[in-house]
C-alpha cells in the first residue's frame, strides 16, 4: 500500500496527518500545479449531475470544500462535506463563511469508510482526488453508495495516467520533478508531493476503477477522460 510517510501509523493516520500539514498551503499549490484546470473538470463532472435536480449533496473528502462550493451551481438545499483532515476543514469552513455559503454547506470530521448518516441520505454525491486516498476502497465507494438515495448519483474526479505524446512526457516530467521540488518547498512537507505521483501510479484507473464501482453494486457506471488523460470523471447510480 502506497502511503506518505512509510511509518508505522495506517494510512489514514499518515493522509490525515499528511494534509493538516499542508492545509493552509493547499488551495494555492492545488491550483498552481493544476495552472487551475482542476477547477474546470470539477464544474464538468458537476453538469453530470444537473438532470437529477439533486437537492442535498455529500462532497466526500472535501479538503478545503472546491467540490461543495461548485455544487452551488445546482442550488442545493444543502451540502456536506466531510474529511478526515480537521486541517483542511478549518481552512475550508473560513472560506465559506468569507464567501457567505456557511448556510447551505457545512463541512464536518468523518471517515468516507464509516459515514456518520443513515442510509438513503443524499439525492448526489461528489468525490474529488480523495478515492485515492482511501484506506479501503472498496469500503469507502460501498458506504457512499449506502447513504446514497436510490435514484441517486456519485461522479469522482480522479488522477489517471495519460497514454498519448506529448501530454503524456509533460505530465510524467511535471509529476516526477516539478510537483515534488516546488511541492516541498512551499508545503514544507517532504513527503506530500512525492506520495501525490506515487499513489496515482498506484491506483485504479479507467475501466479498472468503473469494474469496481459495478463490484460495489452502482448501476450505470462510466467515465470521461479529461485533458488528454490527465485525469477522469467517473460516474454511477443507486
Ligand atoms: C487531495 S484532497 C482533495 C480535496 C478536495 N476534494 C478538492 O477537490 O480539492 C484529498 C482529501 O481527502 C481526504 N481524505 C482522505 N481519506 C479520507 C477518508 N477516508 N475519509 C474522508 N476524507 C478523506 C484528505 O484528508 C484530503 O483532505
Avoid at 499542508?22 to 464544474?43: C, E, P, Q, T, V
Avoid at 446514497?148 to 461522479?155: A, F, S
Amino acid at each position: 500500500m502506497v502511503t506518505p510517510y512509510k511509518n508505522q501509523e495506517s494510512k489514514k493516520e499518515q493522509v490525515a496527518t499528511m494534509f493538516n500539514n499542508i492545509a493552509g498551503k493547499y488551495d494555492f499549490l492545488n491550483h498552481f500545479f493544476s495552472l487551475g484546470i482542476d477547477i474546470l473538470w470539477r464544474k464538468k463532472a458537476v453538469k453530470l449531475l444537473k438532470p437529477l435536480n439533486a437537492k442535498t449533496f455529500l462532497d466526500v473528502a472535501t479538503g478545503t470544500g472546491d467540490f461543495a462550493i461548485e455544487c452551488m451551481s445546482l442550488k442545493p438545499d444543502k451540502v456536506v462535506g466531510i474529511d478526515i483532515s480537521q486541517g483542511m476543514i478549518d481552512v475550508g469552513t473560513k472560506k465559506l463563511k468569507e464567501k457567505g455559503l456557511d448556510k447551505t454547506i457545512s463541512l464536518q470530521l468523518g471517515d468516507s469508510e464509516n459515514l456518520p448518516f443513515e442510509d438513503n441520505t443524499f439525492d448526489a454525491e461528489t468525490v474529488a482526488f480523495g478515492v485515492r486516498n482511501f484506506e479501503n476502497l472498496e469500503v469507502g465507494l460501498a458506504e457512499m453508495l449506502r447513504v446514497l438515495k436510490p435514484g441517486g448519483k456519485t461522479v469522482v474526479i480522479e488522477f489517471s495516467k495519460p497514454k498519448t505524446f506529448p501530454v503524456k512526457q509533460l505530465y510524467y516530467f511535471h509529476f516526477k520533478f516539478i510537483m515534488p521540488f516546488f511541492g516541498r518547498l512551499i508545503s514544507k512537507d517532504k513527503s506530500a508531493y512525492t506520495y501525490l505521483p506515487e499513489s496515482v501510479m498506484a491506483f485504479p484507473e479507467r475501466t479498472n476503477f468503473t469494474d469496481i464501482l459495478t463490484k460495489v453494486g452502482y448501476k450505470d457506471t462510466g467515465y470521461k477522460a479529461l485533458t488528454g488523460g490527465i485525469a477522469c470523471i467517473y460516474w454511477g447510480s443507486k
